[in-house]
């Protein structure tokens, strides 16, 4: 077997889990296009067909060249029909019409800037855009009944649209830790999600914190978030016990501690220089007494000492902390990968709690990631490289 000169011979795993994919990759101008689809059927809630385009555009990112011919998709797997016929557009025309005519459609742009509201999914966002929604504005313009997230999502728009920079993912990441530690010495906490993957910037920040000792964890988020209030740093809180149970798991779902796994959705007030920043300046400075190293970079509206940043918090146990740390980083569709692998190739249910063996009629336990990738048969892939 040979492959002609021009055309990258290059295999490709089906399972996004079974690959490496890195954060920066070779084909962001066929990916952004396909994710264009993906995200216009997530809001016309066909998950399936969202999927699909998904999975097409992740297997651009794990190849280590540029497509630039049909040729060069020989062999890849995923790449379903209408996601190829896009492709090819881009590449003899320049651009799709069909991913060109979603992105400029109003109801493309209104779903995007009603669920880019904390707080607005993709029922209500298409409910108000039927009622002639079009914009986060008119979401108080027209007196729309809004809960206390949406509420703060409007509110707080600006700010939570803004990309949170790696800076102030530390600087979030003090303010916790000094939190965590007062509240409930010798926590661990990690800094979960797209952070954990290398990315530079997220729309919000992820912690998971749990503690070696099982069960001293129980009863930790409400203090956290009581020390977190009461020094200032929340404008918003939602704490909700864990919905694990509801879930259709089958056989993974885990007994019944696991509804103490508790999160908070919060809106952080991210400090600049002000005195209820404080804690950020405080940290991480050998006290020059002017440190900077929150300014500068946060700051983007002239005049405002704060900035509102979306912070999630999740607490373990510690049985079940090597699962949460694998569920918690991400990507989506890598953790969806991971599970649809656990369920399709072996048998087994993989969740942010536990790995269940539906043949030995067991769950499998785990202290680190690699230890439940070993037990999925999987090679180890580390965080910056699940980027799917
Ligand atoms: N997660 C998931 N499924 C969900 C929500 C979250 O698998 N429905 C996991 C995978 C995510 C992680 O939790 O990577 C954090 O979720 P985020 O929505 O914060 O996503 P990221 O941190 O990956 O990206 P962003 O930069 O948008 O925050
Ligand atoms: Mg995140």
Redesign the pocket.
């Known amino acids: 077997l040979k492959s002609s000169e021009d055309t990258p011979s290059f295999t490709v795993k089906s399972y996004a889990c079974q690959r490496r994919t890195p954060l920066k990759h070779h084909n962001t101008f066929l990916t952004e296009a396909l994710e264009i689809l993906a995200e216009n059927a997530e809001f016309g809630e066909n998950e399936g067909r969202s999927v699909a385009f998904r999975r097409s555009a992740s297997v651009l990112k794990a190849l280590p060249y540029a497509v630039r011919q049909m040729d060069d998709l020989k062999n890849l797997p995923c790449l379903g029909e209408h996601s190829q016929r896009v492709i090819k557009e881009i590449l003899e025309d320049g651009s799709s019409r069909e991913v060109e005519s979603t992105r400029q459609s109003a109801q493309f742009q209104a779903m995007k800037a009603l669920t880019g509201v904390f707080g607005v999914g993709v029922r209500s966002a298409d409910r108000g855009f039927r009622e002639g929604l079009l914009c986060p504005s008119d979401l108080i313009r027209t007196g729309q009944k809004l809960n206390k997230a949406q509420q703060a999502g409007v509110q707080y728009y600006d700010d939570l649209n803004r990309?949170?920079t790696k800076q102030e993912a530390l600087a979030i990441s003090q303010i916790v830790e000094r939190a965590v530690n007062s509240v409930l010495p010798g926590s661990i906490i990690t800094l979960?999600?797209?952070?954990?993957?290398g990315?530079e910037?997220?729309?919000?920040?992820?912690f998971l914190i749990t503690h070696e000792e099982e069960g001293v964890e129980e009863g930790l988020m409400p203090k956290l978030v009581n020390w977190l209030d009461e020094q200032g740093f929340l404008l918003y809180q939602k704490t909700t016990r864990n919905s694990y149970l509801e879930s259709k798991d089958g056989p993974a779902r885990p007994p019944n501690n696991m509804d103490r796994f508790e999160r908070c959705f919060s809106i952080f007030k991210l400090g600049q220089c002000s005195e209820d920043s404080s804690a950020v300046l405080e940290t991480g400075s050998d006290d020059s007494g002017t440190t900077d190293n929150v300014n500068g970079t946060t700051r983007q509206q002239p005049g405002s000492s704060w900035r509102a940043v979306?912070v999630?918090l999740v607490v373990s146990p510690f049985s079940q902390f090597a699962f949460a740390t694998l569920?918690?980083?991400?990507?989506?569709l890598?953790?969806?990968e991971l599970r649809r692998w656990a369920g399709q190739e072996k048998g087994m249910s993989l969740s942010?709690h536990a790995l269940y063996d539906s043949k030995q009629q067991r769950y499998l336990r785990a202290n680190s990631e690699e230890e439940i990738f070993a037990h999925l048969g999987l090679e180890f892939i580390p965080p910056c490289e699940r980027n799917s």
Not at 327 to 332: L, V
């Open positions: 990309p949170v979960t999600g797209g952070f954990r993957r990315k910037v997220g729309h919000d920040v992820d979306r999630d569920g918690w980083t991400g990507s989506k890598f953790e969806r942010s």
